[in-house]
């Protein structure tokens, strides 16, 4: 199965929101593929969890962060930015199907730059 | 405190043989899913397969099947990542994460173990 797609990089100033996209390679991927999560990473860090099945902010997590999903498309919007919010981001989505080869998606990776 | 504490940095050559570890703490470890992630160095995370430790079943990435092994003793509450002969490609950071309801996402993450093949 294909990646999932993320933009390589985002950036927006202090305040301002942004959004990030993950997008899957077909249709069907929106249906078999339908648990989305989004991790922060800082490198030299671990990364954290920050939204899991498509629009849940894990205890902790700022409510700045949300989730959304639209066909085959998932997305991280990330409102009033601070600077720590400077990271790279990921998406992962986890099949609904035991019988694909691969029930576990990554997306590439969004350098998010806070201006 | 739920975690999860890999071991620490190799340093190996080309050739040799390796095998790192993710120990669990603060949960029932057996009732879940381990997933191995590798970060090359200036790229993204790449997902390499997840072990339910409760019987081992195991579930390859496409990618990594064949070149490495993931095993775990629930006895310990360790999962592990193993290669029989490294190459200098494999030189990454490896993360271990626990899955929930399955490995619907993944929480928490262990700190890394940076492995280095260099001749």
């Known amino acids: 199965q294909s990646a999932l797609t993320q933009p390589a990089s985002v950036s927006g100033s202090p305040g301002q929101s942004i959004t990030i996209s993950c997008t899957g390679s077909?249709?069907?991927?929106?249906?078999?593929?339908?648990?989305v999560s989004w991790y922060q990473h800082h490198p030299g860090k671990a990364p954290k969890l920050m939204i899991y099945?498509?629009?849940i902010r894990p205890s902790g997590v700022p409510n700045r962060f949300s989730g959304s999903k639209s066909g085959s498309t998932a997305s991280l919007t990330i409102s009033g930015l601070q600077a720590e919010d400077e990271a790279d981001y990921y998406c992962i989505s986890c099949s609904s199907s035991i019988s694909t080869s691969s029930p576990v998606l990554f997306g590439g990776g969004t350098k998010l730059t806070v201006l | 405190e739920v975690q999860l504490v890999q071991s620490g940095a190799e340093v190996k050559k080309p050739g040799e043989s390796l095998k790192i570890s993710c120990k669990g703490s603060g949960y029932s470890f057996s009732n879940y899913w381990i997933v191995w992630v590798r970060q090359m160095p200036g790229r993204g995370l790449e997902w390499m397969g997840v072990i339910y430790l409760a019987d081992s079943d195991t579930i390859y990435s496409p990618s990594f099947q064949g070149q490495v092994t993931i095993s775990a003793d629930k006895s310990i509450s360790t999962a592990y990542l193993q290669w029989s002969s490294l190459k200098a490609s494999d030189t990454a950071m490896y993360y271990c994460?626990?899955?929930?309801?399955?490995?619907?996402?993944?929480?928490?993450w262990g700190q890394g173990t940076l492995v280095t093949v260099s001749s």
């Open positions: 099945d498509v629009t």
């Open positions: 077909s249709s069907s991927d929106a249906d078999t593929y339908k648990y």
């Open positions: 994460a626990r899955g929930s309801s399955g490995y619907r996402w993944f929480d928490p």
